[in-house]
């Protein structure tokens, strides 16, 4: 089980979380108008990378707040953590 | 009573206190501290067991853990526990055990004849035995197996012992309480490190309690009863025996699992059968030793061959003797120390030593003890089918080749010794790579990949003061990094025999004209010839010819067998063994049964129960309660004999002509404040919502991204700034994630809050065209008139005192309100409202009567909305705005989602209208179309229309609209029936929506 360090409540267990995907998917703007393609990307793909991924988990029994994990999906390792607004490096 | 293999004055059980029990029926008499391994021996018993494969006889290979063979079956209390170890369960009195895997008994079984068509279980017997014909699993190869097969029975009987579950916290945690475990404990204990401390055995001490050895001028024993007495009186510290950590798994959380009661008759009133601790720990640090590893000849899994270790520990910690007459082969100083116990205890044993010439302090021991030593012998096999009777000896080549004149030997046991394997299981699970140590040919942990570190045997060092002193260092150090209280205790001296090198010798020879079966894995009966069948064959990764041969699988886990088997793929393939390489091993180390792993989340408790205020008043008036997510609704409310089916036909008819309740507090509900509320809403939903006015409730949609529907019901402008949205009760939490994502992470400049408010309120839905009357009663202070409420009104009101709020809403499609008030208040509200309602004829009505309303007015609900439709499907098209941007729109212009013959929601009519409509029918235009039959679609949701008094059913079918008058068929192969239907609009009644103005 991972140990998360949520930005606002500190270290907490995995069973906290729940896990919300890719971080770096940018929602197209809205009224904006583009390609069947794009709007795919957007809706269906993501990458599966082996190594650092920079992934989205919600603190759902805890703060409520979403936050930016960036983790070694082969590892587990978590590098680093990061608010929903804080910008990542 | 008398224990013909007892000793009198050794060991470590209380003879003051005699215990019975009995195996396999016939009863036995041991001591308080005994195991049923260590009782059995005592009376003489080595028969346990059949093998899983070969059914061939067994007995007791080890005293701990690295049991492969006596595997029990223990009946406690009238409940049945497979997979026992003998040497681990310790005997209490009324214990019941047998035997598993012998049909019909342990010394008659059937299963034994497998042993004389070897050809028919070669490796990979799975895989190739049972493969044809077909048709023979069902009826010969699975019975077969099953019957053969497996360590004992699983009760299906509901296991009433009660398992907990813990979590703990600490800096640092020990995993086994030999000399390692317990030095590096008290290192770290004492400078201020929280500790836990975990042992496996119901003693501490580890290998201190059978070695000669003396630290700081006490015997080990002594040592470590004062260290473990010590650390049990500091508060920093947590010591548990019978404990046994079994899994290292992700950021240094380990767990173990604590057997608190099943060496009691009965499990104590407060206590738990057995308890499961999850530790989170900076720092661990493994020290759970190593295992004999057994040297490898012909029939050496016949009872009675054992290691030498364990012949050691049965005598000094249980006062038994394994044998009388006792053949010690070894290839190294350990098998002596056994056979000096043996001699101490007034028994004459032989040693036959692989080596040619050794010397060392032991040897010296042993020969001045008189033991007879034969050097450059091995035994090429044991003899005896249900114990060891005689063994073939012979002398050895010195290349190891070849084997001179055989002997053949009385003795009733054989002690082996093949040297010595770290246990680095958990290293191994933690992610620790391993790598080969030449000196001890076997793998010891290497680099860490969590804040894990492995000490004393298990990591190879073999000599107590290498140990002693690794521990005390590491202990202090690891604790130093977290309390840097550089407080350091000061290292005792060890004295111990000095020992000679081992030989690398592991496996013997066959003699000329001889086809012994040698076992590597005495657990899967896998022997020499498998592996090498298994390699001529082709498989070559080790991790394919384990899966191939089963070796080191199943709950041993390759604790005696790995070693030799990876020598011998590398000793064919010509290659070393860390080429080779190990098998991963997996958790957990030991079994853990289920009972400790599901814990207390069994039966109701397996999921939360919420109950809404008024449980209590439906429960008094014979509710039939469902599950609802994990809410307890009330299905219907059961009125003398009457059926579900009548039920909810009374309830739903009086709501269409009368007045009903339901109990609606489970709605999802979440309050959305802010300046920037309208905005959001008007985003998330599908519809508009900028203009809504302060006092208006309006029904929306919202979408995924992906276009399709994920929740619908209706928001309330409450205030200028302030929006009550309800939700649906199965999707309440998603729809709050689902708003918390997009103001945090995609829309943050929107100065909005939502905060979930569904257990503040209790909500009574009013449905019915008397419902305006009894509002009126409810709230005489309040114009409810259909002016000043009109639909999709909101109100808030004095409820007899109590504030109110009334919601014009409705799902029933009758003249509806929804009145909500704090929940504390949600029984008077009902009851005010089951008063007051009585002149008007009120009756509750539960959710099957809700559903029979929703579904025969064509309102839409879980069932349509299954993550798969889009708002056209379910005819809600006209709530998608063309003009604004939301949630999912852009999918909606994808061309699979505009296709002119899109399903469409509709009505289905049976025309015999008698016949139910199966939920999950298919919609097909010929019953007798060759399959499979294309199916326009399916039945979603059925009712009994009270309005009509027939069968009505909504259908989600392609092209809907269009079919709107057609004959088709309902088939539901599962009932086997096919029905003739017309299909109809989905607004059966009341199409034009004027009840819920009215
Ligand atoms: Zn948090």
């Known amino acids: 089980m991972l140990y998360i360090f949520c930005p606002h409540c500190g270290l907490r267990s995995q069973n906290e979380f729940a ?65 929903a607004d804080e910008l990542t490096e | 009573m008398s224990q013909d293999f007892r000793l009198d004055n050794i060991g470590m059980v209380n003879r003051n206190k005699k215990i019975s029990f009995t195996f396999n029926g016939k009863k036995y008499f041991g001591y308080e501290g005994d195991t049923i391994a ?15 494969k070969y059914h061939r006889p ?41 035997s598993v895997n012998c049909w019909p008994s342990v010394n008659f079984d059937i299963g034994a004849i497998n042993n004389f068509l070897k050809m028919f279980f070669p490796a990979g017997f799975y895989y190739k035995t049972f493969m044809w014909p077909p048709s023979f699993w069902y009826k010969i190869y699975e019975p077969f197996i099953r019957m053969a097969a497996g360590f004992g029975e699983a009760s299906i009987k509901h296991d009433k012992e009660r398992y907990e579950h813990k979590y703990e916290y600490c800096d640092l945690l020990i995993t086994g309480s030999g000399p390692s475990g317990l030095a590096s404990a008290y290192a770290a204990a004492k400078n201020g490190a929280r500790v836990i401390l975990a042992e496996d055995k119901p003693r501490y001490g580890g290998s201190l309690l059978t070695s000669d050895v003396n630290i700081g001028n006490q015997t080990g024993a002594e040592w470590s009863e004062k260290i473990i007495t010590e650390l049990k009186s500091m508060s920093n510290v947590i010591v548990k025996n019978r404990s046994q950590v079994f899994g290292y798994y992700d950021h240094n959380m380990l767990v173990m699992s604590e057997r608190i009661s099943d060496h009691l008759p009965k499990t104590q009133k407060y206590l738990p059968k057995q308890r499961l601790w999850y530790i989170r720990a900076k720092e661990v640090l493994i020290s759970s ?48 120390e056994t056979a000096v116990e043996f001699k101490k205890n007034g028994i004459n044993p032989l040693i036959l030593d692989t080596r ?41 080549s010195d290349n190891k080749k070849d084997l001179s004149n055989i002997e053949n030997i009385e003795c009733d046991c054989i002690c082996v010794s093949g040297f010595w394997t770290p246990s680095i299981h958990l290293a191994s699970q933690s992610g620790n790579k391993s790598e080969f140590n030449e000196k001890i040919d076997a793998f010891i942990p290497k680099k860490s990949k969590q804040k894990e570190n492995t000490i004393g045997s298990a990591n190879g060092k073999f000599t107590l003061e290498e140990t002693i002193n690794e521990a005390f260092n590491k202990g202090y150090e690891v604790s130093n990094k977290i309390t840097e209280n550089n407080n350091k205790v000061s290292i005792p001296t060890v004295v111990e025999k000095k020992s000679t090198e081992h030989d690398k010798f592991w496996c013997v020879p066959l003699p000329k004209g001889k086809s012994y079966k040698r076992f590597l894995d005495f657990q899967n009966d896998v022997a020499v010839t498998d592996i090498e069948l298994a390699l001529r064959e082709g498989f070559r990764s080790i991790e394919h010819v384990k899966r191939y041969t089963t070796l080191g699988m199943a709950t041993d886990q390759g604790k005696t067998s790995n070693l030799n088997g990876l020598q011998l793929v590398s000793d064919i393939e010509n290659k070393v063994v860390p080429q080779v390489g190990h098998t991963t091993f997996r958790p957990p180390y030991t079994p853990v049964s289920i009972g400790a792993i599901v814990g207390r989340e069994v039966g109701k408790h397996s999921k939360p129960t919420r109950k809404s205020p008024m449980h209590e008043w ?55 404040k802010g300046p920037d509320a309208a905005e959001f809403l008007n985003r998330v ?99 409810v008139s259909n002016e000043a409420l009109p639909f999709m009104g909101y109100k808030e009101a004095d409820l007899f005192g109590i504030p109110a709020k009334i919601y014009r809403i409705s799902f029933s499609g009758e003249l509806a309100y929804e009145v909500n008030v704090e929940s504390d208040y949600g029984n008077f509200m009902w009851e005010k409202i089951i008063e007051v309602g009585k002149e008007f004829q009120i009756q509750a009505y539960g959710t099957e009567a809700l559903s029979t309303l929703r579904i025969e007015m064509g309102h839409v609900a879980g069932s349509e909305l299954d993550g798969r439709t889009i708002p056209h499907d379910a005819s809600l098209e006209g709530l998608v705005s063309k003009k604004k941007d939301f949630i999912g729109k852009r999918s909606l212009s994808r061309s699979a989602f505009t296709k002119p013959d899109r399903e469409k929601i509709v009505g289905v009519v049976p025309l015999d209208k008698t016949t139910s409509i199966p939920e999950g029918s298919y919609i097909v235009k010929d019953p007798k179309a060759k399959l499979p039959n294309p199916k326009l679609g399916h039945v979603s949701a059925s009712c009994w229309s009270v309005e009509y008094d027939n069968p009505f059913s909504l259908a989600i079918i392609k092209d809907g609209k269009n079919m709107i008058g057609q004959k088709l068929f309902a088939m539901s192969p599962l009932k086997n029936k096919t029905i003739p239907v017309e299909i109809v609009s989905s607004h059966y009644v009341d199409p034009e929506g004027k009840r819920v103005r009215a």
């Open chain 2, 58 to 98: 067994r007995g007791f290979f080890g005293v701990g853990v690295d049991e492969p063979y006596a595997i029990l079956q223990l009946e406690r209390n009238n409940e049945r526990d497979p997979n026992i170890r003998a040497t681990e369960q310790e005997i209490f009195e009324g214990l019941e055990v047998k």
């Open chain 2, 289 to 336: 030793g190593s295992i004999e590893r057994p040297l490898v000849f012909g029939n050496n899994d016949t009872p009675g061959v054992m290691l030498s270790s364990a012949a050691k520990e049965y005598m000094k910690v249980y006062g038994v003797l394994v044998g009388k007459k006792p053949l010690i082969f070894t290839n190294n100083d350990s098998g002596y």
């Open chain 2, 356 to 396: 040619k010439e050794p010397s060392s302090d032991i040897i010296t021991e042993a020969k001045n003890l008189g033991i007879e030593i034969k050097y450059s012998y091995v035994v090429v096999a044991a003899k005896g089918y249900k114990k060891v009777k005689s063994a073939d000896i012979a002398k050895i």
């Open chain 1, 19 to 83: 896990y919300g995907g890719d971080a770096t998917v940018k929602r197209p703007e809205l009224n904006k108008e583009i390609s069947d393609q794009e709007w795919n990307n957007f809706v269906y793909l993501r990458k599966s990378p082996r190594g650092k991924h920079l992934e989205l988990w919600h603190h759902i029994s805890g703060c409520r707040q979403w936050i930016k994990v960036e983790r070694d999906t082969s590892t587990h390792e978590i590098f680093k953590t990061y608010k």
């Open chain 2, 38 to 52: 260590s009782a059995l021996i005592a009376n003489g018993v080595h028969l346990v067991g059949r093998s899983f």
């Open chain 2, 685 to 783: 939903y599908t519809n508009a919502w900028l203009k809504l006015p302060v006092g208006k409730a309006r029904y929306g949609v919202m979408l995924r991204e992906d276009g399709i529907v994920m929740d619908d019901g209706t928001t309330t402008r409450i205030s200028e700034n302030h929006y009550h949205m309800t939700t649906t009760t199965a999707q309440a939490a998603n729809v709050l994630s689902h708003l918390e994502y997009y103001l945090q992470l995609v829309w943050p400049e929107l100065n909005v809050n939502v905060v979930s408010t569904t257990e503040q309120w209790a909500g009574a839905a009013i449905a019915g065209p008397n419902s305006r009357a009894l509002l009126m009663k409810l709230f005489p202070n309040t114009d």
């Open chain 2, 618 to 672: 439906h429960e008094k008036n014979n509710a039939v309660f469902v599950d609802a997510g994990v809410w307890l609704r009330p299905r219907y409310y059961k009125q003398g004999n009457e059926t579900l089916f009548e039920a909810s036909k009374r309830e739903a008819k009086n709501v269409r002509k009368n007045v009903g309740v339901c109990d609606v507090t489970t709605l999802g509900k979440i309050d959305v």
